[in-house]
């Protein structure tokens, strides 16, 4: 399913049309219908949106005798030879000549046998690719071809023109599609209702939907195909941001939140337990949280802000605030390192204070999680700090009214709605460190209001970023001793990849053993996943109290680490890791009064991971590396994860179309606020709700 899908008939007889089965347009019949049900094609709306994988422009068939080697082009003839041969070694070929009375061609096949039977003799074929020559003759290898039956290629016919190319299974063809898909047209275009409000169609330039439609498949020209693919993408990105509309109203509409009142008293008293002043970016934030605090509509809110850039502040002045209106507030991380780490904080903040916190990760003992939720139901715990283990955990809480979110994109959607349904409807904040580009704030996290800081507290170092090559490795070493005997510290990190973590953990246990060779005079920890947390936390004891100089650590300190003495960072394998994780672990350094250093050791393999050593080593502006980042792996990867959330869409890029996506967004939220919950829109707001049925429960979980 997707955003251009409908399966349900709705109310009126044109849309009812477009639910006929698709055997019943004329040249499909029931057997062909279950050909092309292998497409996905089961409606006349999903054959009418069955996207052409490509067009072919017809109008400009080459005669032979112009065929120029090395350029790509279009020729028509009529074979006049064709032999299958069988090869000594290697398979078999084909060639076939083929004739169009300017010249002849060569079209060969390798390996593909299967081919003979449908190229004959005697037939009229089109055939296109990239012109070679052989023995004389221009050859074009592999060409993409079709034969010419006369049906349909009279002049206005469906394979005269630009013609669409579709994706294709066993035994169906792009002349028949063609076919099925004119005779479809005609007789349903017009049930085609135009579901967007004729006022956005004006504002957005954008063609009638039956125009589109018709053009997708046999465009009048390319500027005609061109626009319309662009009311087709808008359309999806339209329908996906109005059902972030109607979550977001949904959410808002509720209630039921805790009204949490900021007075100045509290707010002081908060202040005073930091022993820094909040920075006019931090203050910001605060004033945004405030203002959706103080409503019974649950806030719903993004925190954007680079490492080090001061989120924890944020994120414990939200929680002592709710707790100062007697309400309880969770914060969960993702890896419980950094969740200790939280823990920590606050047991230095809350030292003089009455307020209880506890921590509750996957290592907790079983006694003691049984204590804690105890207390979370009994009202008697104000804070609970933890990892997944607490949506894991079936913690109840007696009167949850803030959840925070720590490094959010590593959560997705899905869990996001389930912690929050631990409460009524708790307010909620989620904060990321992963500065994310603009288009998957608009899409991933669309349902929410952001806040960025831009500018983290005053006095961080710049950190110096060099991609080390093996030969250079020597005199890295010894410039990182002489770091080491000026008193800093130095993190060795090593990639895990999925499926070798056994290996690479060991690599990491066996470099830390080459290192505490070769630095004699100082002590080296080691860190992996895969150690049980006490033995974890003594090493990482060790090296935060500075009684260890190196940590060696797999990536299990890709967030949260502060230690200020640390100034080196030596990343080995560096081009195994993504963009957005380099930045991220390059953020545990410069967090002191020195400079800092982070050493990128790396062979790249590709140019891509060649690029990413040298973005790194060109600047630290995270949301130019998000950019990156985006830009070299695309949207599905970009969160490292399948369960990132984002949408699927058919015809939109949301890289590309990022224009069109933040016009659609603007007009589904202006028309969702003019008319709530789309009451007068009803028809379309089923559509939308079939959109994205069975996807992100995205306005059902609201
Ligand atoms: P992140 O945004 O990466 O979570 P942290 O909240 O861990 O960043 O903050 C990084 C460091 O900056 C911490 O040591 C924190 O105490 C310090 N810090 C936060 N806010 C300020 C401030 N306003 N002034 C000075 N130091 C601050
Ligand atoms: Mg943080």
């Not at 399966?7 to 057997?31: E, F, I, M, W």
């Not at 068939?61 to 074979?79: C, D, K, L, R």
């Not at 003979?116 to 060409?143: C, F, H, M, N």
């Not at 079936?394 to 009167?399: A, E, K, L, P, W």
Request: glycine share 8%; charged share 25%.
């Amino acid at each position: 399913m997707g955003w251009s899908t409908l399966k349900r008939p709705s109310d009126t007889r044109a849309s009812q049309a477009l639910c006929t089965n698709v055997q019943y347009v004329r040249g499909v019949g029931p057997q062909y219908a279950r050909l092309i049900a292998r497409l996905g094609i089961e409606t006349v709306h999903d054959l009418l949106y069955h996207k052409p994988r490509g067009w072919q422009d017809r109008t400009q068939i080459m005669p032979i005798s112009s065929a120029a080697q090395g350029e790509s082009a279009m020729f028509a003839g009529t074979v006049t030879d064709a032999r299958l041969k069988k090869m000594r070694r290697r398979g078999s070929l084909l060639d076939a000549l083929i004739d169009d009375s300017t010249g002849q061609m060569a079209l060969t096949w390798f390996n593909q046998p299967y081919i003979a039977e449908k190229i004959r003799v005697g037939d009229r074929v089109l055939a296109w690719g990239r012109v070679t020559s052989y023995q004389g003759l221009p050859q074009i290898v592999s060409p993409e071809f079709e034969t010419i039956d006369d049906e349909g290629d009279e002049a206005g016919g469906p394979h005269q023109g630009i013609v669409p190319v579709y994706p294709l299974t066993e035994g169906v063809t792009n002349r028949r599609m063609r076919f099925i898909i004119s005779n479809c047209l005609e007789k349903y275009s017009s049930s085609l209702e135009d579901f967007l409000d004729a006022a956005i169609i004006e504002k957005r330039r954008l063609v009638p939907l039956s125009q589109a439609i018709r053009h997708l498949h046999f465009p009048p020209s390319e500027k005609a195909r061109l626009r319309a693919l662009r009311r087709l993408k808008f359309d999806e990105l339209f329908l996906f941001e109005a059902a972030m509309a109607l979550r977001r109203e949904n959410i808002t509409r509720a209630g039921g939140a805790p009204e949490i009142k900021i007075t100045e008293r509290i707010d002081a008293r908060i202040r005073r337990l930091f022993d820094f002043t909040l920075t006019p970016d931090q203050d910001a934030v605060i004033r945004d949280l405030a203002a959706d605090l103080a409503s019974t509509a649950p806030m719903n809110r993004l925190l954007q802000g680079d490492v080090g850039s001061g989120k924890t502040a944020i994120a414990i002045y939200a929680m002592l605030s709710a707790v100062a209106a007697r309400s309880q507030a969770a914060l969960m991380a993702p890896t419980g390192i950094l969740a200790e780490q939280h823990y920590r904080t606050l047991s230095k903040l809350l030292r003089e204070a009455r307020v209880r916190f506890e921590l509750l990760t996957g290592g907790t003992p079983p006694a003691e999680k049984t204590r804690i939720r105890r207390l979370a139901a009994a009202g008697e715990l104000d804070i609970l700090i933890g990892t997944h283990s607490l949506i894991q955990e079936s913690v109840d809480f007696s009167r949850l009214g803030l959840v925070v979110m720590d490094e959010q994109h590593k959560f997705g959607v899905l869990q996001r709605a389930r912690l929050k349904s631990k409460g009524t409807s708790p307010h909620s904040l989620v904060m990321t460190a992963t500065p994310i580009p603009r288009t998957l704030t608009l899409t991933v996290f669309g349902d929410l209001d952001v806040s960025v800081i831009a500018t983290g507290p005053p006095g961080r170092k710049q950190v110096s970023t060099r991609w080390v090559r093996p030969e250079q490795r020597e005199e890295a070493f010894e410039f990182i001793r002489k770091k080491l005997s000026e008193g800093r510290q130095a993190f060795f990190v090593y990639p895990l990849i999925e499926g070798s973590e056994k290996s690479d953990v060991r690599s990491a246990v066996e470099t830390a053993q080459e290192l505490k060779e070769l630095y004699r005079e100082f002590t080296v920890e080691v860190v992996t996943g895969a150690m049980d947390s006490p033995s974890r936390e003594s090493a990482m004891n060790e090296f935060r109290s500075g009684r260890a100089h190196i940590l060696v650590a797999t990536v299990v300190i890709e967030v949260g680490i502060d230690i200020p003495n640390a100034s080196i960072m030596v990343i080995e394998n560096a081009e195994r890791f993504g963009l957005s994780q380099l930045h991220q672990l390059r953020g545990r350094i410069g967090r002191g009064r020195h400079r800092s250093w982070c050493l990128l050791f790396g062979e790249p393999a590709t140019e891509e991971a060649r690029s990413r050593l040298e973005i790194m080593s060109e600047t630290s502006d995270g949301f130019r590396i998000a950019e990156e980042d985006l830009r070299l792996r695309g949207p599905g990867e970009f969160f490292g994860t399948r369960q990132h959330g984002l949408p699927e869409f058919k015809f939109a890029d949301i890289i590309e179309d990022w224009k069109l996506l933040i016009a659609a967004r603007e007009d589904a939220f202006a028309m969702v606020e003019a008319d709530p919950g789309l009451a007068r829109h009803a028809r379309f707001k089923e559509r939308v709700l079939e959109s994205c049925r069975g996807r992100l429960d995205l306005v059902e979980t609201g």
